[in-house]
């Protein structure tokens, strides 16, 4: 700590005039930014500061200050509440010293005061937003019809080999971790059913649980939320990089359809694999639940077996394929919107392949809880 008399500090003499206020010390960085020095000197300084609201403004006098830079000014100007005290006595130097730290110094941010219109602006941007989205895939979905329409007329003109190389990527190479989640899903739950079922006797009920709800509901919907996380994220990026790289303004310019080229390949993929993937993921699932069922009730497989097809109908199995073929032509529909909003720049390309799969998920939740609604009669 440096020495008594060059720590800074403030005393406090009477005089016939009334108190004066003594500025003694280095009022330096290197004196003021000490952690002990700066304690006291803040507790100094609010106790006179307290002083003053009650007895008035006082008197000032840093002639007997050995050093003053900016930061001790800053701070004495800081304590004067930014303003120049009644009766201040100093040197010249320190005078043009202040006067600069008052030029410069900035006034505080003063509080926004609460808008009720705020709320209103940021819930009409959003619903500008949210219809601005809407209609882009309502135009895609248009785009997707006339493209198919074009295929179909002129097949020799198809992109077979893009959708070829799709099938493969989106389809053969999501097979073993869609098996692995619907097998552990399958073992989880028939594990937690047991626990209930055993309460009651009704251990053989455990199929028609199973069959039920993977086969109509659980085998589609892990599937889509598989694929929407792998599957939809890889078709914004891909896209979005051909964004940020130029090559759809390149397409554009040489007369090549995007649509064609870009977003019906990977829609008519994501249509045919979907199915395809939400029976593998069912059938490893009930694999899973068939096993656990074994372990822990003693259901032999040969019973799960021979009992499934009577607790569960085949219209069952043909719903969960038409929603798999929805979800995988929304997924693709959604990776492909997003993909093509991205703007040239890499975060715009992170954020949209974010709203991507977030937007797909979400989207497969609610179509999942709309078929559920429409056909509640079919199959049960």
């Known amino acids: 700590m440096p020495a008594e008399n060059s720590t800074p500090r403030i005393e406090q003499q009477d005089s016939p005039e009334g108190p004066l206020l003594l ?65 201040l ?37 959003r619903a500008f937003s949210l219809a601005d989205h809407c209609k882009g895939l309502v135009r895609l979905v248009g785009q997707l019809l006339f493209d198919i329409i074009r295929l179909i007329r002129r097949p020799q003109q198809g992109p077979w080999r893009d959708l070829s190389g799709h099938l493969y990527h989106i389809g053969a190479t999501a097979l073993p971790i869609t098996a692995l989640v619907g097998f552990l899903i399958g073992v989880v739950l028939a594990y937690l059913i047991s626990q209930q079922l055993r309460q009651f006797g009704a251990d053989a009920f455990i199929v028609n649980i199973l069959g039920i709800s993977l086969i109509r509901e659980l085998g589609p919907v892990l599937a889509a939320i598989l694929i929407a996380g792998r599957s939809g994220s890889a078709i914004t990026a891909q896209i979005g990089v051909m964004r940020v790289t130029e090559e759809i303004d390149a397409m554009r310019v040489m007369g090549i359809s995007r649509g064609f080229r870009l977003v019906m390949p990977r ?7 979907m199915p395809l993937i939400s029976v593998w993921t069912t059938l490893a699932a009930l694999l899973g639940g068939m096993l656990a069922s074994y372990i822990a ?3 032999s497989p040969s019973f799960f077996i021979n009992s499934l097809p009577a607790a569960v109908q085949a219209s069952n199995l043909t ?3 038409a929603k798999s073929v929805v979800f995988g032509l929304l997924i693709a529909l959604v990776g ?43 199959g049960i």
Do not use: Y
């Open 23 to 87: 500025v003694l010390g280095e009022w330096t960085a290197a004196g003021l930014t000490r952690k002990q020095v700066w304690a006291a000197l803040t507790a100094q300084l609010g106790s006179l500061r307290g002083a003053d609201d009650e007895n008035g403004a006082r008197r000032w006098d840093l002639g007997q200050m050995e050093k003053l830079d900016h930061l001790g000014a800053q701070v004495l100007w800081n304590h004067w509440g930014r303003s120049w005290p009644a009766q």
């Open 89 to 125: 006595q100093l040197e010249p130097s320190q005078r043009a010293l202040l006067e600069t730290v008052a030029q410069f110094t900035c006034s505080p941010p003063q509080a926004a005061k609460a808008n009720w219109t705020e709320p209103l602006i940021v819930w009409g941007m």
């Open 267 to 273: 829609a008519l993929a994501l249509a045919v694999v």
């Open 297 to 299: 009730m003693g259901v």
């Open 319 to 321: 719903l969960a394929s």
């Open 336 to 378: 492909c919107h997003f993909g093509l909003r991205v703007k040239p720049n890499t975060e715009s390309l992170g954020q949209g392949t974010t709203a991507s799969v977030v937007t797909s998920i979400t989207v497969v939740i609610l179509v999942d809880a709309l078929f559920a609604v429409l056909f509640r009669s079919i």
